[in-house]
């Protein structure tokens, strides 16, 4: 099992719809949990960060957190064909210093 | 957010040489960087963890004679490939880690493209 899980879609959704990233982990003890966008050929940039069960907001994106399902998600909302890019799931394992990342996610946002 | 820059940002050189690349963490002081490599479509593929003062830690399968990194500074870590060869051609990534142990974010400098002829 792969520690950080993460469709590879590609997810196509129209503009203006609401996309759902999700990522599942398998390190029950981490707490820290962070999205990162990744446009073709650049390097990965933050976006959120979340260490509390439930969501949280910024703009128009929504972390959530489930650590009992081990489960993390991030929506963006009213998608705009800029949000095009492949999206990162990052776990910090517990007692380390160590990120796992997922494989990503590839969205389209279709105008 | 923090910045980190990365330079050079493109470079190209002969088979053989050696090349070195720079990370900097510009308003923030990490003592925790990383360096990744990353292949066309393909995922970050975690090469060292580098702590300031101390040696590097690689992961398995990278060659410490081949990648060599120093992290000399609070602020600045390098990342060497030496004897470089057309396979090491690759984005090169680094990364400076802010904030409290157990809840430090990630930040990235903007990757060094390197090939080699």
């Known amino acids: 099992q792969k520690e950080v899980e993460q469709n590879s879609g590609p997810l196509s959704v129209p503009e203006g719809a609401i996309a759902s990233l999700n990522c599942t982990y398998s390190?029950?003890?981490?707490?820290?949990f962070f999205w990162y966008r990744q446009y073709s050929g650049k390097s990965p940039e933050l976006i959120m960060s979340?260490?509390?069960?439930g969501d949280k907001e910024d703009g128009r994106f929504t972390a959530q957190l489930n650590k009992a399902s081990q489960y993390v998600s991030l929506l963006i909302r009213d998608s705009q064909p800029s949000d095009s890019a492949t999206y990162l799931c990052?776990?910090?394992?517990?007692?380390?210093?160590?990120?796992?990342f997922g494989t990503g996610t590839r969205l389209k946002v279709l105008a | 957010g923090a910045v980190v820059s990365q330079h050079p940002s493109w470079v190209i050189c002969k088979s053989g040489t050696s090349v070195k690349i720079e990370c900097r963490s510009l308003?923030?002081?990490?003592?925790?960087m990383f360096w990744y490599r990353q292949f066309p479509k393909q995922s970050l593929m975690l090469m060292a963890t580098?702590?300031?003062?101390?040696?590097?830690?690689?992961e398995q399968g990278v060659e410490k004679d081949k990648f060599l990194i120093n992290h000399a500074s609070l602020t600045l870590s390098t990342l060497t490939v030496t004897s470089a060869h057309p396979e090491d051609s690759s984005f090169y990534i680094c990364?400076?880690?802010?904030?409290?142990?157990?809840?430090?974010?990630?930040?990235f400098g903007e990757g060094s493209r390197l090939t080699v002829l």
């Open positions: 990364s400076a880690r802010r904030g409290l142990a157990g809840t430090g974010e990630l930040f």
């Open positions: 990052a776990v910090l394992l517990s007692g380390t210093y160590k990120y796992i």
């Open positions: 979340i260490y509390s069960n």
């Open positions: 390190d029950r003890g981490s707490q820290s």
């Open positions: 580098s702590n300031e003062g101390s040696k590097a830690t690689y």
């Open positions: 308003d923030f002081q990490a003592t925790t």
